[in-house]
């Protein structure tokens, strides 16, 4: 697998689940490649710099009059230039107009690239009331980012469609098929069982090792953690980095 590798999440809208993503991919890369370097930008909620199993990095980019400070954003990048780890970037909602300006203006993944770097961009699109608003930002990061997208479907919040259609019946998914590197569905499960175990194990900010030695989860918590992450380790198997 090659090491240089940078995958950024990115989504307009706020509480679908991109810092959850941003923790397994740094499990998975840590799994695969032995070691990861992750990135926290998020400056209203820095879930992912509150892993401890991960060194994540965090990134200041809010200044003294709370306004976010685009030229931070280029110490992100030289520290990414400046790593030979697997780079995981976590982006917040408030920070995603800001940061997407910046990459187009100063061509960040040609840069990237150019560097030896392969870059990717995840997303996540949901079900419920957020469908459209993460649909729309799926398509703002199509039309305007060069590189390879992987779109996770995140069934939380319910089934992922709309007018009984999935996503990969939808004219967006048509229309830029060629560009999306792959899809990895977050299945939502019994809420009873596999939803508040997946829960528990994200607000105690646990990776799946973790909680599946914690004496905090029995032994069917613990069967069904390994049932989740084997799925979503299996699907990014599958679509190959």
């Not at 994540?56 to 809010?62: E, K, L, S």
């Not at 990237?112 to 649909?135: C, N, P, W």
């Not at 299996?234 to 679509?239: F, G, M, T, V, Y």
Request: aromatic residues 8%; hydrophobic residues 45%; contains cysteine.
């Amino acid at each position: 697998m090659n090491q240089h590798q940078v995958h950024l999440i990115l989504q307009g809208k706020g509480g679908v689940g991109k810092s959850l993503i941003a923790a397994i991919l740094a499990q998975y890369f840590q799994h695969k490649a032995g070691q990861v370097q992750p990135f926290d930008t998020d400056p209203v909620n820095d879930t992912l710099s509150q892993y401890a199993a991960f060194a994540t990095t965090r990134v200041d980019i809010i200044d003294a009059r709370n306004h976010i400070n685009a030229r931070a954003f280029d110490g992100l990048i030289e520290a990414v230039l400046g790593n030979d780890q697997v780079c995981v970037i976590d982006n917040g909602a408030s920070t995603f107009v800001p940061l997407m300006a910046y990459m187009v203006e100063n061509r960040v993944i040609e840069l990237l690239e150019q560097a030896g770097k392969r870059v990717y961009i995840h997303s996540v699109v949901t079900g419920g009331q957020a469908f459209a608003d993460t649909l729309q930002g799926l398509a703002v990061m199509l039309e305007e980012q060069p590189a390879p997208v992987v779109v996770w479907l995140n069934e939380f919040f319910g089934a992922v469609e709309r007018d009984g259609k999935n996503f990969q019946q939808s004219s967006l998914y048509a229309d830029f098929k060629h560009r999306i590197h792959g899809l990895i569905t977050i299945e939502k499960g019994n809420a009873d069982t596999f939803g508040h175990d997946m829960e528990m194990m994200c607000k105690n900010k646990l990776t799946f090792d973790q909680a599946l030695e914690s004496a905090q989860f029995g032994i069917m918590s613990r069967q069904r953690l390994k049932m989740m992450r084997e799925a979503l380790f299996n699907q990014l198997d599958a679509i190959g980095f």
